[in-house]
């Protein structure tokens, strides 16, 4: 009943775990258990017992009785990393309060060129440059984000003036908003800047001149990916000619 | 400072634990020493062999009377005179033992009153005793009920306390409860009830919210210090910050940073400019950073300062001049202690400079910020708790006594940035740490070991390898010797917090070498009821026992019943106990309380032939008379 043999698994990766098939819920602990494996309830008796981190290349249901009820084992696959594993209650035994900050914030200030006013954002709220610029476009309601196919802009109806949304990194360097993949961005980014077009002229010659080369049928996650990798480059490099 | 030694008391444990009320309350009255004679002061004695050793406190007397010609009160009056001197609780129970007039002396001397778990002992008895007391420290729920696992409601209520209180002790000036759930009405009578009250101090409470705040501020003249830490405020919407009365306050410290509400800014400025002794003050995280450095410049004084959000408010005008807070931190010449940050933009983070030399206590753990930002702070501070960036820490932190690194996101199956390397880089480089506590996704033996030598001053261990069962992730073996390692080489070490995949040898090293532990946490390790037997029959110092989803039996908990008078608690949920088997040891050991705790529905309970939850504590009281239907106690005659 040990679980002894978790010697032989490998380090426990994130990969070897798939508690899809456990069907528990974050509830009160000792929510009543509805999954499958024989051995629940009875012997092992223990209703919020052992959580079973056995590697699934143990596979055998004979493997100690020390398993969540449910079938865990039956679950294979790749390795890839499970979305969502079921939480024990009070595991790791971190304060509610201490939770609930841990949804960290990342909060960085946005600036309008023109407009009277500054507003923060919080960046951890948000889960790609769309939604973001979406919130933005909320919060500056004079503006409309321009669709192109994969456009970063943001224009103003009202006054016809378009807005490129910049922002600075962790060096201090003003940067196109998209060039980066959105997690890195939220952990680089310092503040933001919807800067007026005709100031951001060299960054929007480069957005010109790779909309070309994107228009695929692809996601425009996989396009704005693949337009940040090469503004990147881009950007390094001044040579350029400038945009008529 | 007062507060710190109150806090400090609030983790520690008892080392003397045997309840002396235990023995003087049975039948051993007549062997009770009685050293100055006769109990009535008119002293009767007139012998006069007796005279010659008067003078001296007499404390090897035979058993029978002894007439001694002074009357017993210039005796008693002496005794209180020096014991008053005695403030550690532990010196006063060894004193109270010596004899009847030692314990009635160290009785009306004692000031403060410490119970580290409200059901060991009932209001009345206790006031009973201890007569001319002015602090309480009150101690309820344990540990584990902080991570959800003990149903709301289960008890710890500060009113019956509070009731007996305003009767036995009109002069109570400082009430500190921890665990317990408190409610309005029972701070409204606490305002009402005590004219000179001046402190409270409320951590890890609930029960109360901002209605319940007011009363104390309106009603307590004297109030010195408001200190909410980590507790439950509910939002009553009441303006507590404008419960306090006009005029110059005497406040001297308010830490509200648990509290989720908003407060009344103007309100508190005005409180914070007519309090001149504030000291410390820790802000939540609605004040904006604008906002506290208009409360820094009033108050220059301050030397434990938690800083808020740390972040602008939500909109604020563009092209205004921001105010210089780096001023503001350099007008602050006393600040040792900083925390808050609860919304930090990091740009703002280099006005901290000018304190971060000064500093003994910083703690970002509530900051969502990177080690590289944290860097340029981190060489000028002396000792620091709560920091990212381990190994910048272990570089410049040459003083470090206490760490605590927490996970930025608590999940399991995350990778995270903190493993062996940060234990073993402050290992090496904060040699006189003292506390740690290290939440982390792996580890390694090598490193825990690489601790235990490098650290022996450790007193307090806790480790959190957050994966369930996971073993030392370079070489595939359990965490056991890393444990042991600890409890070998730290010689201070009282309080264990255990993880990651440990067999019954890890417990066999514990109860082998940690013969001063006081404390151990343990969830999901060990393979067998010998795990257990190890720590219960090995331990002589255990007081306060909490394990979660561990093998363990009702054969292991029957080994510990030559102890368990001498401990504080027990807690064993989702072991492998059974009613029968607790039932056993609630008929062994009458003083005992035996909790079964369960969270099914009633219907469940005769289904149930495991014990989901065992918590089990030494009480002079029996059963508690408010039970919640969700637990049953088993009677010794059961």
Redesign the interface.
Known sequence: MSPANLNESSDSDVGSLNFEETKLTLGLPGVECRGTAAESGGKSGVKRGFSNTIDLNLRSSSSGGDKRCGGENDVLGSAKPPAAKTQMVGWPPVRASRKNVMRSCKYVKVAVDGAPYLRKVDLEMYNSYQQLLGALEDMFSCFTIRNYLNERRIMDQVNGVEYVATYEDKDGDWMLVGDVPWKMFVEICKRLRLMKSSEAIGLEFILQEHLPRTQVQVEEEDICEGVTVAVQRLLVSFNLVPLV | MRQDLVLEQMSEDDDRSQPSDLRSSSSSINKTRNCSGSISASGSSTSASSSSSASSIPLSIPVTEYQSPYPDQVLENVLENVLCFLTSRHDRNAASLVCKSWWRAEALTRSELFIGNCYAVSPVRAMGRFSRVRAVVLKGKPR?A????M?PDWGAHFTPWVSSMTRAYPWLEKVCLKRMSVSDNDLALLAKSFLGFKELMLV?CDGFGTSGLSFIASKCRQLRVLDLI?S?VSDDEVDWISSFPEGESCLESLIFD?VECAINFEALEKLVARSPSLKKLRLNRYVSIVQLYRLMIRAPQLTHLGTGSF?????????DSEPDYVFAFATCKSLVCLSGF??????YLPAIYPVCANLTSLNF??A?I?A??LKPCHKKLPQTSNLLGLQAVAATCKELRELRV??????????GPVSEVGLQAISEGCRKLQSILY?CQ?MTNAAVIAMSENCPDLEVFRL?I??????D?VT???MDEGFGAIVRNCKKLTRLAVSG?L?DRAFSYIGKYGKLVRTLSV??AG??DMGLKYVLQGCPRLQKLEI??S?FGDAALHSGLHHYYNMRFLWM????LTPQGCQQIARAMPNLVVELI???SLENQEK???V?TLYMYRSLEGPRDDVPEFVTILRADG
């Open positions: 584990f902080d991570f959800n696992l149903p890890c980590e439950e648990c972040s602008p408010s939500e909109v604020m005008a563009q092209g609860r919304e930090i933009t990091p740009d753990s509530y969502n990177t590289e930002q927490f996970p930025v996101e608590a999940q399991e199956d995350i990778e939440f792996r959190c957050m994966g369930r069962h996971r073993p992730h595939g073996e359990p995949l067999t969830a999901f393979d067998s979660r989803d093998p949920s989702s072991c492998r369960r969270y099914g149930l032939d495991d989901e």
